[in-house]
Nanobody, 119 residues
Framework: QVQLVESGGGLVQAGGSLRLSCAASGSIFSINSMGWYRQAPGKQRELVAEIVSGGSTNYADSVKGRFTISRDNAKNTVYLQMNSLKPEDTAVYYC?????????????WGQGTQVTVSS
């Protein structure tokens, strides 16, 4: 089994910063990619940022230049540094990882962490 444990959410004023962390543990052979998704009330879950094993990154247009994703492979941990936060960034943020276990790879999700940006 694999667990993804997120931390770092909270309430911040517009223009402020937060840093999210997500640590993967359990039966892990390797991790192909890790990323962050978010879901606002009444909206579909959307990709925020992802980073693959080689270090390449991908960002939603709405967060480019403000958010930075990084990864510590030794700790199986992914981070999301969020700067210049806007009220429209308010959502539950979910960590996601594609994890290789022996001969198969599976997608895992964290439990979600609330980010609220006040105007």
């Amino acid at each position: 089994q694999v667990q993804l444990v997120e931390s770092g959410g909270g309430l911040v004023q517009a223009g402020g910063s937060l840093r999210l962390s997500c640590a993967a543990s359990g039966s892990i052979f390797s991790i192909n990619s890790m990323g962050w998704y978010r879901q606002a009330p009444g909206k579909q879950r959307e990709l925020v940022a992802e980073i693959v094993s080689g270090g390449s990154t991908n960002y939603a247009d709405s967060v480019k230049g403000r958010f930075t994703i990084s990864r510590d492979n030794a700790k199986n941990t992914v981070y999301l540094q969020m700067n210049s936060l806007k009220p429209e960034d308010t959502a539950v943020y979910y960590c996601q990882a594609i994890i290789v276990q022996r001969v198969t790879s599976n997608r895992y999700w964290g439990q979600g962490t609330q980010v609220t940006v006040s105007s």
